[in-house]
Nanobody, 122 residues
Framework: QVQLVESGGGLVQPGGSLRLSCAAS????????MGWYRQAPGKQRELVAA???????NYADSVKGRFTISRDNAKNTAYLQMNSLKPEDTAVYYC????????????????WGQGTQVTVSS
């Protein structure tokens, strides 16, 4: 049974940092791409960052230079380090397993976690 479990969300002030984790089970983590998406109220789900199994990364323009995606294949875990957070980063963040390229398309992901809420507010 495939499971992706996100953690690390919460309330943070503008300019603060959070690190999200995505623990995977039931998949051969090292051969899959992993992506982080987010969905704010009233908006479509959007790609935040993705990392292929070969180490290539993609970022949304809105988070470049502030967010970093990484993965620890030994721990079957993907991470999203978020720095210099802004109120517009407020959303539910989801991790997902990529099954084909390009990793920038949501249709190329098959399993999704339940999401973790990130709220950036003073």
């Amino acid at each position: 049974q495939v499971q992706l479990v996100e953690s690390g969300g919460g309330l943070v002030q503008p300019g603060g940092s959070l690190r999200l984790s995505c623990a995977a089970s039931g998949i051969i983590f090292s051969i899959n791409a992993m992506g982080w998406y987010r969905q704010a109220p009233g908006k479509q789900r959007e790609l935040v960052a993705a990392a292929t199994n070969g180490g290539s990364t993609n970022y949304a323009d809105s988070v470049k230079g502030r967010f970093t995606i990484s993965r620890d294949n030994a721990k079957n875990t993907a991470y999203l380090q978020m720095n210099s957070l802004k109120p517009e980063d407020t959303a539910v963040y989801y991790c997902a397993r990529g099954i084909r390229t390009p990793v920038t398309l949501a249709n190329n992901y098959d399993y999704w976690g339940q999401g973790t809420q990130v709220t950036v507010s003073s």
